[in-house]
């Protein structure tokens, strides 16, 4: 149950914001109670979408939450604002459009070891489902031509975050609800949980933790690009490998023909194909 002195107090929110700005708080409790009967079946859909995802194998690994029923008010309460700009003055979030309007009531966090993993990612994703909005999150200079390319929306992040976000429709009941995948990298998922951490836990972060956080963020960018060109090398040497392995097994075979010639031709002594077998063998060895 929502507790309305409660919630007010506990989200420093005053009951005359809620009249000043016309938010009902019955259309709050709708909400609130349409969403927790049915966060089961978000939460089931949250999984499926993350099993789906772990199939993928350039997937390391796939988290998975859903929202918080008070977070959610919280934010259907904050976002009223804006989406009045954007639909006029006299919307207003209810229980028949808030799961469109909320587009983070189910979340999926991908994770990938290199940069370059993206990619298939990125087609996997958007061939399994209905994407609806792609938004890459960078940081200011960040390499920005293929998200160009593929025609995605770039935001620059002052705060360094980096991540690409999918707007996804899916259905848990005949109701669409939208839910967010966003995919990044290891070492960005390390910056962001900090960054996050920090920001949820300080009203404002002193200076010197900024810096720092800068720092971190610039550092987990070199780690990142470190760990794609480790790949390609990685890649390279195996490919030479590969071609070292063909060659030396073309030789053999070529070995083993002339060697089967000397040992069926009829114009040799059994002596001269023995020495030039055992001349080849010698060659071999050195």
């Known amino acids: 149950m929502l507790r309305k002195e409660e919630f007010l107090i506990k989200h420093n929110i005053s009951n005359e914001y809620l009249i000043e700005n016309d938010i009902s708080w019955e259309n709050l409790t709708e909400i ?10 978000y939460e089931t859909q949250a999984d499926l ?11 390391h690994s796939v988290k998975t939450r859903v929202k918080d029923a008070e977070h959610l008010i919280e934010k259907v309460i904050r976002k009223t604002e804006d989406r009045r700009k954007k639909y006029g003055q006299d919307f207003k979030f209810t229980v028949d459009n808030y799961k469109e309007e909320i587009t ?9 070891i290199f940069k370059e993993d993206w990619e298939e ?51 848990p ?29 300080l009203n404002e972060i002193p200076e010197i933790l900024e ?49 089967n ?6 114009t040799l002594n059994e002596y001269d194909k023995s020495e030039l077998v055992k001349e080849i063998e010698d060659i071999l060895k050195k």
């Open 261 to 266: 010639r000397i040992k069926n031709s009829k």
């Open 32 to 41: 609130y109670n349409d969403f927790n009967k049915y966060r089961k079946s």
């Open 121 to 171: 990612i990125h087609d996997f994703i958007t061939l399994m489902w209905n994407v609806i909005e792609i938004v890459a999150n960078i940081r200011e200079g960040d390499n920005t031509r293929k998200f160009e390319e593929l025609g995605i929306k770039v935001c620059s992040r002052l705060s360094g975050y980096r991540s690409v976000h999918y707007l996804i429709e899916s259905y």
């Open 49 to 59: 979408i993350a099993n789906i995802l772990r199939g993928h194998h350039k997937v």
């Open 173 to 201: 009941t005949t109701k669409k609800v939208i839910s967010e995948i966003q995919v990044r990298t290891i070492f960005e998922e390390g910056y962001g949980e900090i960054d996050h951490q920090l920001r949820y836990s």
């Open 211 to 259: 810096q720092n956080l800068m720092l971190l963020n610039r550092i987990a960018g070199s780690s990142d690009e470190m760990a794609s060109l480790i790949n390609m090398l990685s890649k390279s040497f195996d490919e030479i490998n590969l071609k070292h392995n063909r060659s030396i097994n073309i030789k053999d075979q070529k070995i083993l023909n002339l060697k």
């Open 104 to 112: 983070d009531l189910l979340g999926i966090r991908v994770i990938h």
